[in-house]
């Protein structure tokens, strides 16, 4: 096609930007050949001259159809171009927020900067056994393809993951990891695919650093081969490392940081472990804050380190080892702090003693701190004569440091290394591996040093085998479809790579500059210049003499030269590193070995780039050829190596692109994308498939397209290949734009966009026939409507103006009336309200007439009374100011009197004659008290002497007292005391108890006058309550009407809960059972595999030893033997309940080998017995003699006891009555002391105590005068015996006691004396804990009244109404509190009640059973001797339904029952036949009593069970067989049990078939187990089934035909990926599947519920797969889809309602699948729209809905893509949802599953036994 027809108006196209690099732009004006512009018109609506050159003619790029954009796959696109792409790129990553897209072979993955809910496990399994291309481009997708091509093609896989650095490289690598961790697993126990993950962790802390692109740059490149065997499981790993950046360890840019693990250790330097190590904060060490801030934003180093340390455990790295490493690093933070000072002008230097950093280097790596500091400083050169050592400057000295340092870090790096790929070795044989190579993509930066030359050679290398790579594909493909081939003329940068690497190339001159004693960097760059100017990838600087410019291709890069010789010598001072070879530390001195000393054959050896060690030496010395080999040899070689390697595997690509440089969430810089896009490959991709044929359509997919643009005769013919062929003849004139190959069409660029363009234009003309049609028909109908309309409504509107006259006219006569009523009205009313207010005012004015009156009269009462008080007052007032002032004036006088009085008596004093007359009187009074003195003293000695007496005979009579009280006080101390005290303590207890009573009665007085009130109140209350009441029932009259539906929802939607609830707990109870079955299965795997191996050679197993010892106790029963046994743990059953009792097997098994000991023991015994009657019944004279003897001992020694007992009893009483008589004398002397009448009650308490220990003596002398009157019986016996045997008589037996019998004799009246003793003590301390808890209820007695006094006093506190209420509070509480008491006892009865009732019933049922045991017993001996004529006999007569076998018939029984049983052979008898045959042998076993038989039969009939089920895992008929037998079974013993609960629909004949002495309700319990194991065995076999079959059958396959069409999808189905044969299915195929199951289920007799129950389980799995199928493509999201998935839903449904399975919920679980359905076909633009979404989609969550609209993609131009704000307000709609988080569902969800009980009609008599199942054996009873 030309240009002229191409580029006409409206058409669209590219134009370049220099802000969004391609612009859009519409063609407004048809193009001509030679017009030198294109008239555009851009998207803002401003016009545009394109000029377009007349001698290149280069017109703008033309842009794809609307219904192209936004593919999953970049070379699906008609025009194939750069703008193309990128607009692709951005619809995809802004509009839909897909991160993922294909690019042919290339998975591009750009980094959204947000954690995305899309690499679950949910996800993972969603994409395991997918083709790519099937579901959404993902790292998942690519992971699976390699996974499956290695195991298809038994071929090696490589993921190659490049981009530049914060692309999100090391992230797609570890999802890729994860994802073969996941569906591989590992095939040991030594959890491989953990350790590879858990190496992640170390690899990022050592070898990732922040740089001013990304926060965790990988800085170094690495492949991890991922080793599997032959079952392709995971069994180790191996890991290769490329090119440290060793540079950063001693120089970090502004805003970057050194390797994490540098501010991981200094971030916990607080750690007791790290305190030798000396480190402080990042900031304070020159090698970590070189960069500025050492801190990342949302990264806690702390914790990382912890992290790194976990991972160093988990991969094995001894604890002492990782010290090292730690202790390694901060000497490398040490060594960066060293201060150097220059000396003598410069030309030396030394380093400073001040500072500690040296110290703390040498001591950390265990070397010689003097060597280490002369060396720093110093070098050796040494000539063919002499060795020279020579100072160095100080730049040689901080390069030499700086190397040192580097040196040390790589060695490190190297040996973590080692050690990784040792904890992730393994013994077993790879068969094959997967490689992930995680590598740095092309860089290029202001300032492109050494590393950033050998990243951008790395990539040149993957660049030429990627080219390589798509080219071969290409020609396979063609080859492939029978397409002519011509060389496709592709980028090959051979050339580039030559210049870098081929003899006298750029690495090969640097090399040879390097061996240069004085080579410098301008030196190599002008040889660079002289040999490399002519090549084409080559250029010199303008303006610079010291860089170069290579052209790689991605972009041109010019390298600065300085630096490059340096960093490829790599030189570290031989001498420093002598000195670290003789470190303390054996691993420092082991990282620092030669190469030829270690073990230098491993791979990462050759991994790691080796650092060259310049010798101060010459060429004399053998010099190690590995340390002449520079940076660029070993890094070249290493990269052949990898090349290598990927050459021999199959290559998958993932190029990670970055989308902007400010790390915002899904922000999209077109100019950064575009430059990674030419850097990364992409664009070369899309180059080579444009140069070809890069559309490909199958023809039937062709034909479904473009079938508008045939003609109706071509559409008859049936090969559609030749339909196409004719069509695009037609259409395309041009034969080179298009070939027909084999299976495919292939296209040129734009041709499919030309094809698109004439179907949009046939549509257009068909649309706009059919709209003028139906426009004009529409107005047609519209008029007759309006018409037929106009002529009702006025005929309406005639009427109603008649009806309106006269309803006029009506309610004009009612107003008149009306208005006559109210008038009247209103005027009585206006004179009543006059009236009363009339009536009212003069009530109060007359009241406050009255009042007033009052007030005046009461005011001057007042008034009077108050005068009266005043004058009283002051009357008193004045008296007593009279009466103090007359008092003072009376006193004044009286001393002034009083004065004169003493002056006149000191002046007759003064006289002689006065003192006369005074000695005379004194005399006299002298004498008489001299008289009074005398006879006071006399009668003062007479008193003392009295008293002196009477005070001796005191202190004797209480010296006596005391010492009785202490001999008594040593056996009872204290015990009166406290008697006493605690008797005064219950007296003081009672008077406040009495207290508080009457203070209750009191309150309880004033409690029933408040009730009174109260009553009256509640009264009136009650009658209002009545009158409410009735009120509320009127209204709940009207409202229950109309709430009837809403109780009746509520209802609903509770028991839809309770039900939710009850699946739930099913749900855990069947995954618990599935889990045993998991582990059993094992278990059982286990043995088998053990018994392989431990079985001879010539050993071969019979029948009968198949079945171990070990599964026969798995499942015991309760004999009756044993019932009695198990009496002492009845209680534990009933404490734990007799369900949980059954249930517990463990419990079962400690009670039968309970049952077991004890009947061990009482067999031994019985022996015992046996054997001690058969000795008592032979005499033996020596017997009887011995007998004799020792009997006549006892009685002497009885007789000496008795007697000596008595002399005791009678000192004791004749002591304590003498006792007596002193106390009561001294007491009738001394009556008026307190002080003796307490100590004679404390005596008299002692005494009683006494006595009762008299009256125990007089009881235990009774005891021991029995014994000897036994004995002295026994010595008449004795006696008699000796008259008999006169031989045998005791010589000594005549003879008195001597001195040593009598001694013995009280020695043992000691010993009885000190039992008593013993006994008495032991009453001693039952007192005291008697007096304890009286102390204890005393104190408990306190509380409770402190608590009522307290809350007593509150109560006063409060208003009598809150004391009511308090009160009555009070005494609800403390009667709820004894109604509870009395619950608990009247539980604990009940409990009793029910252990008595069950002990009696296990006696009776032992009585009977052991009556039943001797009817029996003889009736089955007569039935062995004469079982053949008996079994006949009773088959002709009457057969009871029980079948007799002999045991050692039972192995035969079930190898023909169950092991070698076809479902087909009983498929003409009744249903499920071998469990009523194995019920009827039960039944046999249980007739006669045999527990062990019945035992047996049930272990060996579940044990059989399941080895068919484990033979026959994959049968869906034998496993649905033995679930119904299972289940029947089951259900006989349940109906048959004798449990009245299940025997509800028996008849009594069914009732005389039940069992009789066996309870088997943990049997029931194990079948019930099984059954669940039975039925998840069959759900997954016919998962299995289906699995494959449901997203071709109801996704993809065409129920209606030519209803979708078909888009180009690219590498869709390409043959790498698809399988041989062909997988599609359709829905018939499944209906088919689904009626198979059905009719093999029903006809086997399984209950209808269970059927039930598996289809709704099937169609849960149907619904999981097609939604999440549906969610991860965009392919299958549009409007047809819609509607080709609501039908073949609505066939499931049809086939639902014809099986009658509508109660089986199978049609509910369809529905988050029929509303995904509805959502694709529903209209998408307005609010409203939304709205109606929201409501409708209640089963889908809001990232499914989301997710949805996200894929939707229109079949035809005529739809509409749904927009980012219909999107955005379905969001808004949403947010109220507590939606979960996930995506998709969980199609291995398993419904917990409901067996029903279903008792069967069929009597066991009427059951015959078919001779094809060889059951000759089985005898009917």
């Known amino acids: 096609m030309s240009a002229a027809e191409l580029y006409t108006k409206y058409t669209r196209v590219w134009i370049p930007d220099p802000d969004e690099v391609w612009r859009s732009a519409e063609v407004i004006k048809d193009y001509k050949e030679g017009d030198k512009s294109l008239h555009l018109k851009l998207e803002d609506e401003t016009l545009y001259e394109y000029p377009i050159d007349p001698q290149g003619n280069e017109l703008p790029f033309l842009r794809n159809p609307d219904i192209l954009v936004g593919e999953n796959d970049l070379t699906a696109l008609s025009y194939l171009h750069e703008p193309a792409v990128l607009h692709n790129l951005k619809v995809r990553f802004i509009e839909s927020n897909h991160i993922y897209t294909y690019c042919g072979i290339v998975l591009v993955a750009i980094n959204p900067y947000e954690q995305l809910p899309i690499y679950g496990q949910d996800v993972i399994y969603a994409y395991n056994g997918q083709n790519m291309g099937d579901m959404d481009p993902h790292i998942f997708a690519v992971a699976e393809e390699a996974y499956k091509q290695m195991a298809r093609d038994e071929k090696n896989q490589s993921i190659i993951v490049s981009g530049e650095s914060g692309a999100g490289k090391t992230v797609s690598a570890k999802y890729a990891m994860r994802f073969f961790a996941t569906v591989g697993g590992s095939a040991s126990e030594t959890n491989i695919e953990t350790k590879v993950l858990s190496s992640i962790p170390i690899m990022e802390a050592i070898g990732n650093a922040k740089t001013t692109r990304n926060d965790n740059s990988s800085r170094f490149g690495k492949y991890i081969q991922i080793g599997f065997d032959k079952r392709y499981r995971i069994i180790g790993a191996n890991m290769r490392t490329y090119l440290l950046e060793k540079s950063r360890v001693v120089f970090q840019a502004e805003g970057e940081r050194n390797y994490h693990i540098f501010y991981q250790l200094c971030a916990s330097a607080s750690l007791p472990e790290f305190k030798d190590l000396g480190l402080m904060c990042a900031e304070d060490y020159f090698y970590t804050s070189q960069g500025g801030d050492t ?3 949302g990264v806690d180093d702390a914790d990382d380190f912890e992290k790194t340390r976990h991972a160093f455990t988990l991969l094995g790295v001894k604890e002492s080892h990782q010290m090292t490493i730690f202790r390694i690093i901060a000497a490398i933070l040490h060594l960066g702090n060293l201060e150097i000072r220059v000396e003598r002008d410069g030309d030396a230097c030394s380093i400073l003693s001040e500072g500690n950093h040296l110290n703390s280097f040498c001591s950390l790596l265990g070397v010689e701190h003097s060597q280490m500091e002369h060396w720093l400083c110093h070098r050796k050169l040494v000539t063919r004569t002499e060795t020279y050592v020579k100072s160095m400057s100080l730049q040689q000295v901080v390069n030499a440091r700086n190397a040192l340092a580097k040196h040390i870090y790589a060695k490190l790096f190297s040996w973590i290394m080692q050690h990784i790929n040792k904890a992730l070795h393994t013994t077993i044989k790879q068969h094959s591996f997967i490689g992930v190579l995680d590598i740095y993509g092309f860089e290029t930066f202001e300032v492109n040093s050494f590393e950033q030359f050998c990243i951008n050679y790395a990539n040149e290398k993957l660049q030429q085998q990627f080219n390589l790579h798509v080219f071969k594909l290409e020609q396979e493909e063609y080859m492939k479809e029978g397409i002519p081939w011509t060389l496709i003329d592709f980028y090959d940068n051979q050339p580039c790579i030559d210049l870098i690497e081929a003899k006298l190339g750029i690495l090969d001159l640097l090399d040879e500059e390097c061996k240069v004693p004085k080579g410098t960097d301008q030196n190599w760059t002008q040889k660079l210049y002289d040999r490399h100017t002519n090549s084409q990838h080559f250029q010199k600087p303008r303006m610079s003499n010291t860089s170069f410019i290579v052209l790689h291709f991605a972009d041109k890069v010019e390298y600065q030269s300085e630096g490059f010789l340096e960093k490829n010598r790599d030189t570290v001072y031989e001498e420093q590193i002598n000195i670290l070879k003789a470190s303390k530390y054996q691993m420092v001195a082991d990282l620092f070995q030669d190469e030829k000393d270690a073990a230098s054959t491993t791979s990462v050896r050759k991994e790691i780039p080796k650092v060259s060690v310049r010798s101060a030496r010459p060429a004399i010395k053998a010099a190690n050829k590995e340390h002449k080999k520079t940076v660029g040899h070993q ?37 950064r994308v575009v430059q990674q896009l030419r850097a990364c490959g992409v664009l070369e991709t899309i180059r080579i498939s444009a140069a070809g044929f890069p559309s490909r359509w199958s023809y039937h997919d062709f034909f479904n397209r473009y079938r508008v643009l045939m003609k109706k005769r071509d559409l008859c013919n049936n090969d559609k290949k030749q339909i196409c062929q004719t069509l695009l003849e037609d259409l395309i004139k041009d034969p080179d734009k298009f070939h027909f190959g084999r299976t495919k069409i292939f296209f040129r660029a734009g041709q499919v966009a030309y094809l698109e363009k004439l179907r949009a234009d046939k549509f257009r003309a068909a649309t706009i026939m059919i709209q003028k049609t139906v426009r004009g028909w529409l107005q047609r109908v519209r008029y007759k409507k309006l018409r037929q309309a106009t002529a009702i409504i006025q005929r309406y509107v005639r009427g109603h103006l008649a009806r309106r006259l006269a309803e006029h006219l009506r309610r004009t006569r009612a107003a008149i009336i009306f208005q006559k009523q109210y008038r009247m009205l209103r005027t009585l009313q206006a004179y009543q309200r006059v009236r009363s207010a009339a009536i009212t005012i003069q009530a109060f004015a007359r009241g406050m007439i009255v009042r007033r009156i009052y007030h005046k009269i009461l005011v001057e009462h007042k008034a009077i009374t108050l005068q009266k008080y005043t004058r009283g007052w002051l009357a008193r007032t004045r008296f007593r100011r009279v009466r103090a002032a007359t008092i003072v004036l009376q006193c004044y006088y009286r001393r002034m009197k009083a004065r004169q009085q003493l002056k006149a008596l000191k002046i007759e004093a003064r006289s002689a004659e006065h003192l006369k007359k005074l000695n005379v009187g004194m005399e006299n009074k002298v004498v008489q008290l001299q008289r009074k003195i005398d006879e006071q003293n006399k009668e003062y000695k007479l008193l003392n002497e009295q008293l002196s007496t009477l005070t001796s005979a005191h202190s004797s009579e209480v010296e006596k007292l005391k010492k009785e009280l202490l001999r008594y006080q040593q056996s009872h101390q204290g015990d009166g005391n406290q008697l006493v005290s605690l008797q005064e303590e219950m007296e003081h207890l009672r008077l406040e108890l009495e207290k508080t009573n ?12 408040e009730k009174d009130l109260l009553r009256k109140h509640i009264f009136d209350l009650e009658e209002e309550n009545t009158f409410l009441k009735q009120e509320k029932e009127e209204l709940n009259s009207r409202i229950l009407c109309q709430s009837e539906d809403e109780f009746a929802r509520i209802a609903v939607e509770e028991n839809i809960q309770m039900k939710k609830e009850l699946e739930e707990e099913r749900a855990r109870y069947q995954n618990l059972v599935k ?80 049952v077991r000991e004890l009947e061990h023991e009482r067999k031994k015994l019985q022996t015992q017995l046996e054997k001690k009657e058969e000795e008592s019944k032979k005499p033996q004279v020596t017997e009887v003699k011995t007998e004799v003897t020792s009997e006549h001992e006892d009685f002497a020694y009885n007789s000496l006891k008795r007697q000596e007992l008595e002399s005791e009893n009678k000192k004791l009483k004749n002591e304590l009555n003498e006792l007596r008589k002193a106390i009561a004398d001294k007491a009738t002397q001394n009556n008026s002391s307190n002080d003796i009448q307490d100590s004679y009650n404390l005596l008299l308490n002692q005494l009683k105590l006494a006595n009762e220990e008299l009256e125990v003596r007089k009881e235990e002398v009774l005891i021991l005068r029995t014994q000897i009157m036994k004995a002295a019986q026994q010595k008449e016996i004795g006696k008699n015996v000796e008259s008999i045997a006169s031989d045998t008589r005791w010589p000594n037996s005549d003879k008195h006691i001597d001195q040593e019998d009598a001694i013995e004799a009280y020695q043992g009246m000691c010993k009885t004396n000190q039992l008593l003793e013993a006994q008495l003590q032991d009453q001693r301390r039952e007192h005291e804990k008697e007096v304890e808890d009286l102390k204890n209820q ?15 006093l509150q109560t006063l506190k409060l208003s009598p109404e809150v004391q009511v209420e308090f009160g009555l509070q009070r005494e609800i509480t403390r009667l709820t509190n004894e109604n509870l008491d009395l619950k608990e006892l009247l539980e604990k009865l009940e409990k009793n009640e029910k252990k008595l009732k069950k002990e009696l019933k296990l006696y009776i049922k032992k009585v009977q059973d052991f009556q039943a045991f001797q009817t029996v017993v003889p009736a089955e001996r007569r039935q062995r001797e004469c079982h053949m004529q008996v079994a006949v006999q009773r088959k002709e007569k009457n057969f009871q339904g029980m079948l007799e076998y002999y045991k050692e018939d039972e192995p035969l029984l079930i190898q023909n029952l169950i092991t070698d049983l076809k479902p087909q052979a009983v498929s003409a008898t009744v249903p499920c036949l071998p469990a009523y045959i194995l019920y009827m042998c039960i039944r046999h076993a249980d007739y006669i009593n045999d527990d062990q038989k019945v035992h047996s039969l049930l272990t060996s009939t579940i044990n059989g069970i399941k080895k068919v089920l484990k033979k026959h895992n994959n049968d869906f008929e034998m496993t649905s067989f033995w679930l119904a037998n299972t289940r029947r079974l089951l259900h006989c013993l349940k109906q048959y049990s004798g449990d009245a609960g299940f025997m509800t629909q028996n008849t009594p004949k069914q009732n005389e078939h039940c069992l009789k002495n066996f309870d088997l309700t943990e049997y029931r319990q194990v079948l019930d187990h099984l059954s669940i194991q039975i039925y998840q065995q069959l759900i997954k076999i016919a998962e299995g089934t289906f699995h494959h079959m449901i997203v071709s059958a109801v996704l993809e396959n065409e129920s209606i035909q030519g209803l979708s069409g078909v888009k180009p999808m690219g590498y869709r189905n390409r043959s790498s990926s698809m399988a041989e044969g062909d997988s599609s299915y359709s829905l018939d195929e499944i209906i088919r ?57 609505s066939q499931l449904e049809e086939w639902i309602r014809a099986k009658n399975l ?44 989301v997710k949805i609209l996200n894929l939707y993609t229109p079949v035809n131009e005529f739809e509409e893509r749904v927009t980012v704000a219909f999107i955005r307000d379905i969001q808004m709609h949403l947010q109220e949802r507590n939606d979960p988080p996930q995506l998709l569902l969980d199609f291995k969800h398993m419904f917990p599953v409901l067996f029903p009980f279903n008792p069967s009609s069929i009597t066991m008599d009427s059951i015959d036994l078919p001779a094809s199942l060889n059951l000759e054996f089985l005898n009917k009873v």
């Open 295 to 297: 801190s990342i934003d």
């Open 635 to 671: 890094f070249r070689n290493s990269l052949h190596l990898l090349m290598e390697t990927l050459n021999a595997t199959t290559p998958h690509y993932v190029r990670c692109i970055k989308p902007n440089d400010e790390k915002l969430s899904f922000k999209f810089d077109s100019k």
């Open 998 to 1009: 009457s203070e209750r009665k009191v309150m309880e007085d004033s409690y029933f006058k």
């Open 1075 to 1154: 889990e045993y079955s998991r582990l059993e299965q094992r278990y059982d795997n286990l043995r088998d595999e053990i018994t392989i191996m431990k079985q001879a050679p010539g050993h071969r197993r019979n029948p009968s030893n198949q079945s171990s010892l070990e599964s026969d106790s798995n499942y015991p029963s309760i004999s009756t033997s044993e019932i009695g046994d198990t009496e002492d743990v009845m209680p534990q059953v009933e404490e734990v309940g007799i369900e949980e009792a059954a249930m517990d097997m463990t419990l079962f098994l400690k009670l039968q080998k309970r």
């Open 1338 to 1352: 005393m104190d408990a007695i306190k509380e409770e009244m402190e608590k009522q006094q307290e809350s007593f």
């Open 1633 to 1689: 599947q689904l009626n198979a199951f059905h009719t093999i289920m029903c006809d086997q007799g399984m209950d209808p519920e269970i059927v039930q129950q598996v289809f709704k389980q099937l169609f849960y799995m149907i619904n999981a797969v097609t939604l999440n199928n549906l969610l991860l493509r965009k392919d299958v999201c549009s409007w047809s889809t819609g509607m080709q998935l609501r039908f073949n839903i």
């Open 1702 to 1745: 509508q109660e089986s919920g199978a049609a509910q679980t369809l529905e988050p699948l029929i509303q995904a359905a509805q959502l694709l076909q529903l209209k998408k633009k307005t609010s409203e729209d939304a709205e109606a979404i929201c409501s409708l989609c209640t089963s889908l969550t809001t990232q499914q809905i």
